[in-house]
């Protein structure tokens, strides 16, 4: 018989390290639910995302 285990755990050492990065993950997630500033809509999001990529590219660019 085969015992099925979960892919997340896999990741980890053991059970309790496991346990514990989803512990940190949720109340990393809960925060960021309870945070009262207003969100960034996508587009806006997307547009300041695109010039942070394009700004890491010029750096590499003249970096080479």
Known sequence: MSI???PFY????SEEEAESYDRWFRAKVQAVL?????GIPHEEAM??????????RKNR???A
Do not use: I, Y
């Open 4 to 6: 099925l285990h979960s």
């Open 10 to 13: 896999s990741d980890f050492e």
């Open 34 to 38: 309870d945070d009262p500033r207003p």
């Open 47 to 56: 547009v300041r995302l695109d010039q942070l990529l394009e700004e890491r």
């Open 61 to 63: 660019r003249a970096a």
